[in-house]
């Protein structure tokens, strides 16, 4: 069963503590996305990653940090430095390269920070 | 400065009408759009896109409008049911490496029965 998985779906972070939000896919995706959805708010891109080993910061890319080690994994980890980090976070992934590329969204993770 | 524009932030229709959601845009450059549906606590569905070298595409109930000399699109759901009572985000990207979307803040649609 092919798709994009997120976990955990519900995160709870002290402040000042570090966090890092998991996102798998097995639809051999090149392409890998990170965004945030604030309430009554559209998506922000925060990272994004065309392929292993290689990633590029989106709109709001402060406090967050990401890694891309494997094609079927882009974690995200949200540190202390992320100012206002309580928000429900979507990964995505698409197959890249194309004028009519399609991003697939995982289930989220909502972030709250106590 | 919102590259992408829903102005209605919410629609109510009744079960078996047609619903039409608007979205506007100001980059030039966009050449791809595509319309996603998103229940709370979700992940957005994709539902439909266009190209931006077509000015409809068709799926089922849902088709979408592009007219680039206005900048805008539109989805229209015929006939209307309950289930799609949900939030739609418009989106948009321009083809070049590493581009990702650029979203619309959502029209939330509500569908009586």
């Known amino acids: 069963d092919g798709g994009i998985t997120q976990s955990p779906k519900y995160l709870f972070r002290k402040e000042g503590q570090n966090v890092t939000l998991s996102c798998e896919q097995n639809l051999n995706h090149d392409a890998m996305y990170w965004y945030r959805q604030d309430p009554g708010q559209g998506l922000r891109l925060i990272y994004y990653s065309q392929i292993v080993n290689d990633f590029q910061k989106g709109d709001i890319a402060e406090g967050y940090s990401v890694s891309r080690e494997k094609k079927e994994s882009f974690p995200l980890t949200v540190t202390s430095a992320q100012k206002n980090p309580t928000a429900f976070y979507l990964c995505?992934?698409?197959?890249?390269?194309?004028?009519?590329?399609?991003?697939?969204f995982g289930p989220g993770t909502r972030l709250t920070v106590l | 400065d919102q590259q992408v524009k829903q102005n209605s932030p919410s629609l109510s229709v009744q079960e078996g009408r047609i619903s039409i959601l608007n979205c506007d845009y100001t980059?030039?450059?966009?050449?791809?759009f595509l319309w996603y549906k998103k229940y709370p606590a979700e992940g957005p569905t994709f539902l439909i896109s266009i190209s931006s070298i077509k000015d409809k595409n068709e799926d089922g109930r849902f088709t979408v409008f592009l007219n680039k000399s206005a900048k805008h699109l539109s989805l229209h759901i015929v006939p209307s049911q309950p289930g799609d009572s949900a939030v739609y985000f418009c989106a948009a990207s321009v083809y070049q490496a590493g581009t990702a979307l650029i979203f619309g803040k959502g029209t939330t649609l509500s569908v009586s029965s």
């Open positions: 980059n030039s450059m966009f050449d791809y």
């Open positions: 995505a992934s698409s197959t890249g390269g194309e004028s009519t590329d399609t991003q697939y």
